[in-house]
């Protein structure tokens, strides 16, 4: 026999602690649109509303191989980009850093090593040595392909089977890389760059 021992009570009003929840997961979903898109205070652009990109005007970046050598040097100072120990020899001149045009050639280097370099023409110049982060002649063939052809033009480029050379230059750069791959995890690139 089924019992039915509330038979006042009506159900077709609301509860009020459905209510009550009701209305706080809408105020927790409007508090965390507000945190989280600032649309509701703020009308923004399309544009605005996306992360900004990084570009040489923003960043204070100047333009490539537009500045002197002792300005990019002294700029490159001022972020304190791959610092270089000071060179006591007579053949080697003070500098702190790498200009930035070759900077950009180094993406793909591991355990960078500089020293800047009096030629006996009296040219300056660099000598970095590095290793790859994936130590193969295809690698390395990578590595050439993505140099930036509107800044460096390529007279020459020669492969073997564990070892090759690249040369090519700038407006204001000679640069002239070895590649001699001793094993798949160890390869040692020797790369000299000339000033003109």
Request: glycine share 2%; hydrophobic share 40%; charged share 25%.
């Amino acid at each position: 026999m089924l019992i039915i021992k509330d038979m006042e009570t009506d159900y077709t009003k609301p509860n009020p602690k459905a209510v009550f929840s009701v209305l706080f997961l809408a105020v927790v979903v409007f508090v965390a649109l507000i945190y989280y898109n600032d649309l509701f205070f703020f009308k923004k652009s399309p544009n605005e509303l996306n992360a900004p990109v990084a570009t040489e005007e923003r960043t204070g970046v100047p333009p490539l191989d537009t500045l002197s050598v002792d300005e990019q040097l002294q700029f490159l100072n001022s972020r304190g980009q791959l610092k270089v120990p000071e060179t006591k020899d007579k053949t080697s001149v003070s500098s702190k850093n790498l200009p930035v045009l070759v900077l950009g050639l180094l993406s793909q280097a591991d355990n960078i090593k500089v020293e800047s370099v009096l030629y006996s023409n009296g040219k300056k110049g660099f000598e970095v040595m590095f290793n790859m982060n994936r130590s193969s002649i295809e690698s390395f063939k990578s590595f050439a392909s993505s140099v930036d052809r509107k800044i460096w033009n390529i007279f020459s480029a020669s492969y073997s089977e564990k070892a090759a050379t690249l040369s090519m230059e700038s407006e204001s750069y000679q640069v002239d890389i070895d590649f001699a791959q001793e094993t798949y995890v160890k390869t040692q690139v020797k790369m000299m760059v000339l000033m003109k």
